[in-house]
Every structure is written in C-alpha cells, then in structure tokens.
C-alpha cells in the first residue's frame, strides 16, 4: 500500500510506498518528517484495529452500518422491487449503490476512529490544513491499493469524509431461473430467482447484497493492511518522554488518548497519540523469557547491548520501570541515572525484546501470513550518540530488515545516512545478509517551498543514495574553510611585505 498525503501541515506532498521495508527520511527542522509519520502511524494503527474487527461480528456489524443508511438499496428496497415485478427487464446495474454503501460503512467506523486519532494528536482537524497552501487546496489522504484503485480522505475544518474508488468492476443485479450465489468477475452478477414471491425475491436480494459488502470491504482491507503485521512509534527524545509521563503514571497517558470523550474542564498535558502508545507499550510489559529469550529481535537487542551499552536492560515488573545494569558492577539503575546514551537507546532495546516479540493473540495469528512484517518507524536514532555509536547502531537496524521489520527512520545523521550507503553497497557488490538491498530502500528529502513541503524521492543504486541533503552544508563549511585559509596566507604575504 501506498500512503500520500496532500496539504498536510506544513507538508503539501507527499508519498511512501510500504511495500519497501527500509525508508530514510531527511530534511531541515520543522519541515514536515514528524508530521508525516505521525499521520503514518495514526492511519495504520487504525487500520489494524478496524481490520481486527473482522475476527469478531464482522457480518454484524456491516449489517447495523449499512441498514442505518437511508439512502441504501439495502434498506430502501424500492428500486429493487421495481425492477423485479417488470418481466421484460433481465438485469439492474447497483454499481453506484455498493460504493455509496461501502464509503457509508468506512466513514462510519474507520474514518471516526481515525479522526478521534487525529484529534488527540493535533488537537483538532483545522490544525492539520496546510497553512501555506491556498485556501482551495484541500487537505487529502491518499491510500493507494494494489490491484484495486485509490481510497481518498477529505479533510475540512471540522470533518473527514471519504471519496472512494472502487476497482473498475460492474456490479448488476440478474433474474434466474435457479438459484444461485453471486458471481464475482469483471463484472459482479447478484441472482434473484424469479419463481418465488417478491418478498422472498426481496429477502434474498437483501441477503445476497449484504454478502456482496462483506466480502468486497474484506477484500479491501485485506490490500489496506498487507504485509503489516503491527505499527509502532518511538519518537525523539525518548528517554525525556519515558522519565517525564513515568513520574506522572499510566493513567495520564490513557486519559490523553481519550481527552475529546471528557470534560472541557479537565485540563491535561498535550501528549499525542503516538507518544501515548509508545509509553503504554513499555508500561503493559509481560516479562517472560519463553517468549523473546530465543527470538532473532532478541538476538539483536543483545547486540545493541554487547556492543554498545555495556550492560543490560531490563524491565522491573513490579516498578513497571526499565532498568539499566552496566556490566561488572552490581548497580541498578533507573533510566534517570543513566547516560544519556543508555536513556535513549534502553527504549529500543525493550522495543525489540518485549514489545516486537509479544506474542499475537489466536484470532490475529489465523489472519497474518508469513510475509507479514512489524512496521517501527525511529525519530532521530542519533540523538545524543556519538558518531561510532550512530554507525554501529545503523549497521543493526540494517539487520532488523531481515528479520520481519519494516523500518521508517527520521534522521539529521550524515553519519547515519553514510553508514546506510555503505550498507547497500555491501549489499549489492557481495550480496551478504547484513547489507541493504537497493531495490528495499526508500529514501525521501523533504525541500521548502511557498506552498509547504515536498517530499522529494532520492535516487537510489548500487552506489547508495545520492546526495540530496547533507552536501550543501558540507560544501559550505568546506568552502568557508578555504576562504579563511585564503585570508590567512593574505596576512602572511601582508606581513611578510611589511
């Protein structure tokens, strides 16, 4: 699946496409990258829950949506029983109909879960309309689907609303003299058998449509969620946001998720969705060594560990705290009396030993298929590391691609961005499991202009990613050191004259 988004906040374009699993996303503060990802996870992780709704009363639940639309062939049957009591019309095109069903059922229930989402996230939906843009411009998200066309979100000041476009099929409803269940094709045929009464003829045709639904909204958010498996979030300055909402306790951060459901007189922090999740995630961990002692995640949770934290980390169950050990030395301790080293990458690390490596419930399992991958997306992984450490945790993430991650990185690192060239030149000179796959990677450079933010594709080879960002700033300082050389070795003629 594909994901645009069109004159959000500061962004006024732009595209990710999630079937690559690793994306490298760059550009100048306040630019648009937190933004982009942030709306990224919202509109998975609503996705995913409204997806897990199938494993419950989903027939049900399509049945309540769509008989509560008054304008559905469904419910108001007239057109239906005009069709069927005229012997000389054989079949009724309801194309219209089903797509005017199927954007009801979705703006119904994904689309108000999403825009609770983005609610609790930015406040309220005027704040994501792009301030730079004009006025006309509207606000999109974009979900692009494989084989099966675009799903469109408009958003206004006050309310999302779905322009949906169905795969190009024609849908009819057909007399037959036998009974038959509907057949699926270029074109979709519903079959009313015509030698029984038009309440019967009514009842089957209500039955048959309801089908029709589920299985074209099953199949939808079947291609809206493929190969994701789960969505995750670890924004910057993680340890600060840990230590800080820690102090206050879990239930502040629930309280936030749900802020729009409460009482304008309960004033509480602007803590966003995303940032809430991540806290909640660490806080609900169920500490059992069965289920990630013998896990790959684990495996490279150690790694990060062994070669660069120097001790452990671990969660304390009855603190419901993470906990640091530095090696040879009995010291416990909070992320608070670590470095801040340690405090930022101990959140990762329990990412992939506890969060990744939770086990899915039965109902979940029955759903996913093997090629289903975690998508964690990592704001700024540098923040307070040195260089060697920024290099040595990179070369780890390129192995988390390999290991059932998607991975989606925000990054001012030119050390990070570097070490991820010589990953995929690895990859593609001696094609080893630790290198990147150029074919894999998706890298974007978000560029100013009048309108807000494109973010702009970078080209990507067997010779990396080319340089789109990081080489101004570099030729700059470069060229200001010769210019300093250039006036010095002029005092030294100066002096040398004098």
């Known amino acids: 699946m594909k994901i645009g988004l069109r004159n959000f906040g500061p962004i006024k374009e732009f595209d990710i496409d999630l079937k690559k699993d690793f994306h490298l996303l760059i550009g100048h503060n306040s630019i648009g990258k937190s933004y982009a990802i942030?709306?990224?996870?919202?509109?998975?992780k609503n996705l995913l829950e409204f997806n897990a709704v199938r494993n419950y009363a989903y027939y049900g639940l399509i049945e309540t949506v769509v008989s509560s639309n008054e304008n559905s062939l469904f419910k108001n049957t007239d057109l239906i029983r005009t069709f069927l009591t005229k012997p000389n019309e054989k079949d009724i095109e309801i194309t219209s109909s089903v797509n005017d069903d199927m954007i009801f059922f979705f703006e119904r229930t994904f689309v108000r879960e999403l825009t609770n989402s983005l609610v609790n996230t930015f406040s309220s939906l005027s704040n994501i309309r792009n301030k730079f843009s004009d006025e006309s411009d509207?606000?999109?998200?974009?979900?692009?689907?494989?084989?099966?066309?675009?799903?469109?979100?408009?958003?206004?000041?006050?309310?999302?609303?779905?322009?949906y476009l169905a795969r190009p099929d024609k849908i009819v409803v057909k007399k037959s003299k036998r009974g038959r269940s509907v057949h699926y094709?270029?074109?979709?045929?519903?079959?009313?058998?015509?030698?029984?009464s038009i309440q019967e003829q009514i009842n089957q045709f209500r039955e048959h449509y309801l089908n029709l639904i589920s299985v074209k909204l099953s199949v939808v958010l079947k291609y809206l969620t493929s190969n994701i498996s789960g969505v995750h979030y670890l924004p910057a300055s993680r340890s600060g946001l840990y230590?800080?909402?820690?102090?206050?306790?879990?239930?502040i951060a629930e309280l936030s998720r749900n802020r729009s459901f409460l009482s304008k007189k309960i004033e509480l922090p602007g803590i966003s969705e995303p940032v809430s999740d991540y806290f909640i995630k660490l806080s609900d961990i169920r500490v059992s060594k069965k289920n990630f002692e013998d896990k790959k995640l684990n495996a490279f949770a150690k790694e990060i560990e062994e070669k660069i934290l120097g001790g452990t980390v671990e969660f304390n169950s009855n603190t419901k705290q993470l906990m640091f050990y530095p090696n040879g030395t009995n010291l416990k301790l909070e992320l608070s009396s670590t470095s801040s080293m340690v405090s930022e990458l101990a959140p990762i690390v329990s990412y992939l030993r506890y969060v990744l490596t939770k086990p899915r419930s039965i109902s979940t399992q029955k759903k996913s298929v093997d090629s289903n991958k975690a998508l964690v997306m990592i704001e700024e992984p540098e923040a307070h590391l040195h260089p060697d450490v920024q290099i040595k945790l990179t070369e780890i993430f390129g192995k988390l691609i390999g290991a059932e991650i998607k991975l989606i990185i925000t990054t001012h690192s030119n050390f990070i961005f570097?070490?991820?060239?010589?990953?995929?030149?690895?990859?593609?000179?001696?094609?080893?499991?630790?290198?990147?796959?150029?074919?894999?990677?998706?890298s974007l450079v978000f560029k100013q202009t009048k309108e807000g933010s494109i973010a702009m594709p970078m080209q990507t080879d067997q010779f990396g990613i080319s340089d789109n960002n990081f080489i101004e700033p570099t030729e700059l300082?470069?060229?200001?050191?010769?210019?300093?050389?250039?006036?010095?070795?002029?005092?030294?003629k100066s002096d040398d004259e004098a």
């Open 38 to 44: 942030t709306a990224i996870y919202l509109i998975i």
């Open 138 to 163: 509207e606000t999109l998200i974009v979900l692009t689907i494989p084989y099966y066309g675009t799903f469109t979100l408009k958003i206004s000041d006050s309310i999302i609303t779905v322009d």
């Open 418 to 442: 570097n070490k991820v060239n010589n990953l995929i030149i690895k990859k593609s000179a001696f094609n080893v499991e630790e290198g990147i796959s150029k074919d894999n990677v998706n």
């Open 477 to 492: 300082l470069f060229d200001e050191k010769m210019e300093l050389y250039t006036k010095i070795e002029e005092n030294y």
């Open 185 to 196: 094709g270029n074109e979709t045929s519903i079959y009313i058998k015509e030698d029984i």
């Open 243 to 251: 230590q800080a909402l820690s102090a206050f306790g879990q239930i």
